[in-house]
């Protein structure tokens, strides 16, 4: 029974970790106003662009920078997008995934010559139980709660989500400050995405992400918007995930559809009202303009 | 006289605006596409060319193109009217799947019926099922509050997981990862039968149900009172409550219609076809496309009939482009520039920036400004 216990725990973790960091980023893209439905594409070239790297250098460290920096790329073409054109940011996210698993496939076919999957590269081997993903998850929950709510720096990301209009009258650049919680949440994903491929197995495989991105999403919103409630709902769909893996290997009878649509039921009766109140900051997804009344 | 006539031109350049800007987009993301094919060493030529013969080649060509842009056509209208409500529909993908299985039990369970009525009692199965789906998001949207991209994103996984729990249960094809076959009555006529040219193709009657829908959807939003309600809504809720409209009901009513329209291209995928139902690894992403048809077809009715045949030939011509060595997926990074393209108004905004600047100078050359 303990061993069970023990297993169920170390495979929710191991679950919950990818979900973990797009979770986040999507917090910081949100509390600033702008919504990201693009987080799993991000994820998508995050975890190529970690592998590509690391195929090419031969260092996983330098595969993990490489996907933060294409994360964070096309968290600022959305930004780009959004704030200077105040283009739909649902359709700009929409087109993000299109393109992300498209390019991801293009390129792996264009470089590897075959489709599929990469060769293997360089990664992360786990330290102790966990990878170091993991640890680094634990970490970025902290210091974003942190960072969002115990800093001058965290109070103007909320302003400017909440109501932009009285963040810009202090003087708070409420572009600016998209602009940084947007291409954050990229980077968060990408990191998200190299925790799946260099984090957990050596190589990309065509839709590995598989939707990760909005799972992520959902486990935002179900923790209401906070980087502490995030990461728990973020290990509570790992959960989720966990007891599919374990009954399926121990016979037990539940169908894993169920489970697959447990994250996503959840969220629903949470938006709705029904398993407390999520509300989103109140300026989300509105793109903002000066002297606009 | 005069007037008319001056209505009629402005109309015209209005509508020729209107096709301007979303084909400026599409030419550049083509370039943007041969541009990245001749990154890579191949021909762009080769790679347009294999994409148009591919699409368009032959009849038979043309024919599964056209069972494509069917599916497009209609879950492009289905975003498209409830985009006109100021309803952002990201859950077609739900709606369509939906659609099919409601389909899939009809066209099993009531077999037995006369041909004719069979398959249209199908149909109806997968639109209304559809219309439900939707629904659900939109008696949310309307009595909770809560977004309906949140909850439609959700309802397409569930969705998803909810079809593949029946598919590999009750609906099983034993020991397969797929559903048992419709009744014969409870399928769509195929060209194929009569028309040697299509004899190849799956071409079927959903392409002429698809653009009767197409006319509906746009006899509903310009020639009916509820349509303008629908539309007052989109453009200002705010006004349209003050104005006596009851907003709540219309946001019900066009995710209802919006569903309806998802769930019957569900329902003709099913008719029409593969008369089965898939158990689903991952989206089918005819959902998504609409998106793009929709954003293409700049919301009308119309528009996403062209933009449905645009974006059908895309995904048809795409596996002719792989036989010449280059990727399909091609297809898809020029299909998501020409949403970002489109999205951003990017072509009109710059335009707009451009003759300001030429206004500025030429106000500078004239010595109003210094």
Redesign the interface.
């Known amino acids: 029974m303990l061993s069970i216990i023990s297993i169920l725990v170390a495979s929710t973790i191991r679950s919950a970790t990818p979900l973990i960091f797009p979770a986040l980023g999507g917090t910081f893209s949100e509390k600033s106003g702008v919504v990201n439905i693009g987080l799993d594409g991000m994820m998508a070239v995050g975890a190529f662009s970690a592998v590509l790297v690391s195929y090419k250098t031969g260092s996983p460290l330098l595969g993990l920078f490489g996907a933060m920096v294409i994360g964070g790329l096309f968290g600022w073409l959305l930004a780009f997008l959004s704030i200077h054109f105040k283009a739909n940011q649902v359709v700009v996210g929409t087109a993000i995934n299109i393109l992300a698993g498209s390019l991801t496939t293009f390129l792996l076919v264009e470089i590897w010559g075959k489709p599929g999957q990469t060769d293997n590269v360089n990664y992360f081997t786990p330290w102790g139980p966990f990878n170091m993903f993991t640890y680094l998850a634990l970490i970025l929950v902290l210091v974003s709660y942190y960072v969002l709510y115990k800093t001058p720096f965290g109070l103007r990301i909320r302003a400017v989500g909440e109501h932009p209009r009285a963040a810009d009258t202090l003087g708070v650049n409420v572009y600016m400050m998209r602009y940084i919680c947007v291409i954050l949440s990229g980077i968060l994903a990408g990191i998200g995405g190299a925790s799946l491929s260099i984090g957990s197995i050596s190589l990309f495989k065509e839709g590995m992400v598989a939707g990760k991105g909005f799972i992520a999403l959902a486990a935002m919103i179900f923790g209401k918007w906070h980087p502490i409630g995030a990461a728990l709902a973020c290990l509570f769909f790992g959960l989720a995930d966990a007891i599919q893996t374990i009954s399926m290997s121990y016979g037990l009878n539940v169908p894993k559809e169920f489970l697959f649509a447990l994250p996503y039921m959840l969220t629903m009766l949470a938006v709705s009202g029904l398993v407390g109140k999520a509300t989103a900051p109140a300026a989300d997804g509105i793109p903002y303009e000066k002297g606009e009344k | 006289m005069e007037n008319w006539i001056n209505d009629l031109k402005s109309s015209l350049k209005n509508t020729m605006k209107e096709i301007l800007y979303p084909l400026a987009a599409i030419v550049i993301s083509f370039i943007a596409g041969a541009i ?1 094919v001749y990154a ?1 060493g191949k021909s762009p030529i080769t790679a347009y060319k294999a994409l148009f013969f591919g699409a368009l080649g032959d009849w038979n060509k043309i024919g599964e193109t056209l069972v494509t842009t069917t599916t497009l056509i209609l879950t492009g209208l289905s975003v498209a009217f409830a985009f006109r409500c100021g309803l ?1 529909n ?1 859950g077609a993908e739900g709606q369509f799947i939906m659609g099919g299985v409601a389909a899939l039990w009809a066209g099993w369970a009531l077999s037995g019926l006369p041909p004719i009525l069979h398959v249209t009692v199908t149909l109806l199965a997968g639109a209304l099922a559809g219309g439900i789906w939707a629904g659900i998001v939109g008696w ?1 949207k309307a009595k ?1 509050g ?2 309906e ?3 439609s ?3 397409n ?2 969705a998803m ?2 079809s ?2 029946l598919i ?1 249960t009750v609906f099983n094809e034993p020991d397969k990862a797929f559903s048992y076959e419709i009744a014969p009555t409870a399928k769509l006529w195929r060209f194929a039968e009569s028309f040697v040219q299509f004899k190849y193709s799956r071409l079927h009657t959903g392409i002429i149900i698809a653009l009767i829908v197409a006319l509906i959807a746009y006899y509903i939003l310009n020639k009916t009172i509820r349509g303008y309600e629908i539309r007052a809504v989109g453009f200002n809720p705010s006004a349209s409550e003050y104005g006596g409209i009851n907003v709540n009901r219309n946001i019900i009513l066009a995710m209802v219609i919006s569903g309806l329209f998802s769930g019957l291209a569900g329902g003709i995928q099913t008719a029409g076809v593969q008369y089965r139902v898939n158990n689903l ?2 989206f089918t992403g005819y959902g ?1 496309d609409g ?2 048809v929709a ?1 293409v077809g700049n919301n009308h009715p119309i528009g996403v009939i062209l933009s449905g045949v645009l974006f059908g030939a895309l995904q048809k011509g795409g596996p002719m482009m792989q036989i010449e060595g280059i ?1 399909k ?5 020029i ?3 020409i ?2 393209f489109v ?4 072509v009109r ?1 710059m335009v707009q920036k451009y003759k300001e600047n030429k206004e500025i100078k030429a106000q500078v050359a004239k010595g109003e400004v210094k």
Do not use: D, K, T, W
């Open positions: 990245l890579f952002f990201i949310l909770v809560s977004h991209v949140i909850n994103i959700m309802m996984y569930i997981n909810l593949n729990y590999m690894f991952g998504f998106i793009s954003l990727p997926e091609v297809v898809g990074i299909q998501g520039i949403i970002l999205a951003s108004n990017f905004v």
